[in-house]
C-alpha cells in the first residue's frame, strides 16, 4: 500500500535535509595553509551568483536510510551583495509537495583563509545552520561541515559548479562514514533571469 507523507512530515525532512546540512572540503579545508604559501584573493568567487535566478529543486527523502523517494520544488532565489562583496545574502522561497518554503542563504568571506562559509536557515527554523567551509577552484566550490543528524555524527558536502554565466548547480551529499562514501540527497539548478552583479570597472 502506498504510505501518502503529510507536509509536516515533507517539512520536517526538508528542514532536516537542508538545515542540518549546509549545499570542510575535508575537515582540514579551514585548517590555515603553510607558512609562507601564498594565496589567492577569494572575496569575488561568488560575484557570479548575484542576481534573480529560476529554481528547480529535487530532494530526496529519508537520506542514509535506502530511500529512494524524491521529491520536486519550484521558485526563486535572489541573491544580493553585501558588504561590498565579501559577503551575500539569498532569499529562496520554493512551492512543492509540502507548499510554499522560505529560506535564507548566507555567504560570508573570511579575508584571513580566503576562504567562505555557508550558512542556512529557513523561516520555520529561525536560526542559522553550521557553517559549511571551502572554496572555488576551476569554477566549482566544495563546502564540508560536520554536524548531528538523526541522532547520528556526519560529514555534509556542498557541491557549487557554475556550468555558464546563466546557470548553476548546487548539490547536497552526506556521509556517515567519515568520508568514505557519500550519499546525494539534494540537487538544485538555478538559471538566471536578472542579472545584478557588480560591473567591472
Not at 589567492?40 to 530532494?59: E, P, T
Not at 545552520?129 to 555524527?153: H, K, L, M, N, V
Request: aromatic share 8%.
Amino acid at each position: 500500500m502506498r504510505r501518502t507523507m503529510s507536509g509536516e512530515v515533507v517539512r520536517s525532512c526538508l528542514r532536516n535535509s537542508l538545515v542540518s546540512g549546509c549545499l570542510f572540503f575535508a575537515l582540514a579545508a579551514g585548517a590555515a595553509p603553510p607558512q609562507g604559501a601564498e594565496q589567492r584573493d577569494a572575496q569575488h568567487d561568488f560575484d557570479w551568483d548575484i542576481g534573480s535566478w529560476q529554481v528547480h529543486m529535487r530532494l530526496l527523502l529519508h537520506p542514509l536510510t535506502g530511500s529512494t523517494t524524491w521529491i520536486e520544488y519550484q521558485g526563486t532565489d535572489v541573491v544580493r551583495s553585501v558588504w561590498g562583496g565579501r559577503a551575500n545574502l539569498g532569499e529562496v522561497e520554493l512551492d512543492g509537495p509540502s507548499g510554499h518554503l522560505e529560506f535564507l542563504t548566507l555567504r560570508l568571506y573570511n579575508p584571513e583563509s580566503h576562504q567562505w562559509s555557508m550558512n542556512i536557515s529557513s523561516s520555520a527554523a529561525g536560526m542559522l545552520s553550521p557553517p559549511a567551509i571551502g572554496g572555488f577552484e576551476g569554477g566549482r566550490g566544495r563546502f564540508i561541515d560536520q554536524e548531528s543528524y538523526d541522532g547520528r555524527t556526519i560529514l555534509v558536502r556542498y557541491d557549487v559548479a557554475v556550468i555558464t554565466p546563466t546557470r548553476c548547480r548546487f548539490e547536497q551529499s552526506f556521509s556517515g562514514d567519515g568520508g568514505s562514501t557519500w550519499e546525494l540527497n539534494l540537487i538544485v539548478n538555478e538559471t538566471l533571469v536578472e542579472d545584478a552583479r557588480p560591473k567591472v570597472r
